[in-house]
């Protein structure tokens, strides 16, 4: 069954076209990984799928969907007095939710006590991902937007918090929309692949879409795109 459905979509800025009619229908429990270059419309995707920004065409989300979203960055004043518990009670008590699902989802973040207490300002990349996604996670949704939720990331926290995401789409059954630069963490966990580049220029399974000629379309033939395996850049001649 289709949790989303998309039919010509178009997002333009004044006379910029950045995505232009694209279609699409994702199923429940999919995790769909969105690639594609620097501008090629991926974050500006997720926010029309949101709502958060203007769009012309259709986007149909299915009933009973609850929406959680990670976006890439929030850059947060290392002066600012206030933590995760402060921001997770002040959500709570919006949503009325009971302290036990609080407490749930700081436990399926793998939030220490430590972190939960830290000023926002002074978490490590890796710890401030975490949070982000345990805030996501108050309401119980049964979709999650990921907006590249390891840009900033090194190799480690990259790879830890990519295990987290995918425990939760088993664990909690979320049907995840993740956009990464990733090639190779795209393979490893995506069921399927939208290629973007303002337009559609593939969707699939990981094995349609990431081959060698469908990398060069998106990409260009002499662009480079990011392969995790050796943190080196990699494009075919």
Not at 160 to 166: A, G, P
């Amino acid at each position: 069954m289709e949790v989303l459905s998309i039919k010509n979509l178009t997002v333009k800025f004044d006379s910029q076209t950045v995505i232009e009619n694209l279609n699409l229908s994702v199923e429940w429990g999919e995790n769909l990984a969105v690639i594609g270059p620097n501008g090629s419309g991926k974050t500006v995707l997720l926010k029309a799928l949101l709502g958060i920004i203007r769009y012309s065409g259709e986007v149909h989300w299915a009933s009973g969907v609850k929406i959680g979203y990670v976006p890439q960055k929030i850059d947060a004043d290392r002066y600012l007095p206030v933590n995760l518990l402060d921001l997770m009670k002040a959500k709570s008590e919006i949503l009325r939710l009971d302290k036990k699902e609080t407490k749930s989802v700081l436990e399926t973040a793998e939030i220490s006590h430590k972190v939960l207490s830290t000023p926002v300002g002074h978490l490590s990349g890796g710890q401030f991902q975490r949070a982000l996604i345990a805030f996501a996670l108050l309401g119980s949704p049964n979709v999650i937007l990921f907006d590249e939720p390891t840009a900033s990331l090194d190799q480690l926290s990259e790879e830890r918090i990519y295990e987290l995401v995918s425990n939760l789409q088993k664990k909690r059954d979320i049907t995840v929309l993740l956009v990464s630069h990733d090639l190779s963490v795209v393979s490893q966990y995506a069921t399927k692949v939208l290629c973007l580049n303002k337009e559609r220029i593939c969707y699939g399974t990981p094995a349609e879409a990431l081959r060698p000629e469908i990398l060069d379309e998106l990409y260009g033939r002499h662009q480079k795109y990011y392969q995790h395996g050796d943190h080196k850049h990699s494009s075919n001649k």
